[in-house]
């Protein structure tokens, strides 16, 4: 056997070889991509049955615990980053009015009172309204494991529970989802200065901001 027949009965072990190393790439691809999806959707779910009430999420920012519990302690922030808050005005010490945007294009307005407040580790703030119909969030500031990084938690207590989560659902709004963009908005913001994550937010809110 030639030396020339050799390289041409290698020729298609090799295309194979190469077909086969394609497919097996783009399988793995696609099997990281499912996995990342899997595991964010059954986040969401642990979230949901930690208690049919509570809703939590958490984001690392590259920022000092400082710098970050500053930016959201001050609530003239906070529109720059949650997806269905237009407006923020200060009415009291503790007091706010918040202009928030539902579907349809339907504004309505809250009145949110700070209830609890620990410098560069906690914010605790609530709507006022009747016990009922009351949201609580809690937001926790703790330094990370890296120099400068801060861990932010935040748990939001929703009334009506599962009834709540059912009604908001059937208007388009999905506490989770919303709760998980608005927190990479945050890190976005804080980071690098701009918003790029327009998910589950007021359909162009942010566009003129990412560009």
Same mark, same amino acid.
């Given at each position: 056997? /030639?030396?020339?027949?050799?390289?041409?009965?290698?020729?298609?072990?090799?295309?194979?070889?190469?077909?086969?190393?394609?497919?097996?790439?783009?399988?793995? %691809?696609? &099997?990281?991509? /499912? !996995? #990342?999806?899997n595991e964010r959707r059954?986040?969401?779910?642990?979230?949901?049955?930690?208690?049919?009430?509570?809703?939590?999420?958490?984001?690392? #920012?590259?920022?000092?615990?400082?710098?970050?519990? =500053?930016?959201?302690?001050?609530?003239?922030?906070?529109?720059?980053?949650? &997806?269905?808050?237009?407006?923020? *005005?200060?009415?009291?010490? %503790?007091?706010?009015?918040?202009?928030?945007?539902?579907?349809?294009?339907?504004?309505?307005?809250?009145?949110?009172?700070?209830? =609890?407040?620990?410098?560069?580790?906690?914010?605790?703030?609530?709507?006022?309204?009747?016990? $009922?119909?009351? /949201?609580?969030?809690?937001?926790? !500031? %703790?330094?990370?494991?890296?120099? *400068?990084?801060?861990?932010?938690? =935040? +748990?939001?207590? +929703?009334?009506?529970?599962?009834?709540?989560?059912? $009604?908001? %659902?059937?208007?388009?709004?999905?506490?989770? =989802?919303?709760?998980?963009?608005?927190?990479?908005?945050?890190?976005?913001?804080?980071?690098?200065?701009?918003?790029? *994550? /327009?998910?589950? $937010?007021?359909?162009?809110?942010?566009?003129?901001?990412?560009?």
């Amino acid at each position: 056997m /030639t030396s020339n027949s050799v390289a041409k009965n290698s020729e298609p072990r090799t295309c194979k070889g190469t077909a086969v190393a394609v497919l097996v790439g783009s399988a793995l %691809a696609i &099997g990281i991509a /499912t !996995f #990342i999806t899997n595991e964010r959707r059954h986040y969401m779910e642990r979230s949901f049955r930690q208690n049919e009430n509570t809703i939590e999420g958490r984001v690392t #920012i590259k920022r000092p615990v400082e710098k970050v519990f =500053e930016f959201y302690r001050n609530f003239n922030n906070l529109p720059s980053f949650l &997806g269905d808050v237009m407006a923020i *005005d200060k009415t009291g010490s %503790a007091t706010s009015r918040w202009t928030i945007q539902g579907p349809l294009g339907i504004q309505v307005h809250w009145t949110v009172r700070v209830t =609890e407040e620990r410098p560069n580790e906690l914010i605790r703030y609530e709507t006022v309204s009747s016990p $009922a119909l009351k /949201t609580v969030w809690e937001v926790y !500031f %703790a330094s990370g494991l890296a120099t *400068d990084e801060t861990e932010v938690r =935040e +748990v939001m207590k +929703v009334p009506l529970g599962r009834l709540g989560r059912a $009604a908001l %659902a059937l208007i388009g709004k999905f506490p989770a =989802e919303e709760m998980y963009s608005n927190l990479n908005r945050l890190r976005e913001m804080l980071e690098t200065g701009k918003v790029t *994550d /327009t998910s589950y $937010a007021v359909k162009g809110k942010f566009d003129k901001r990412s560009k």
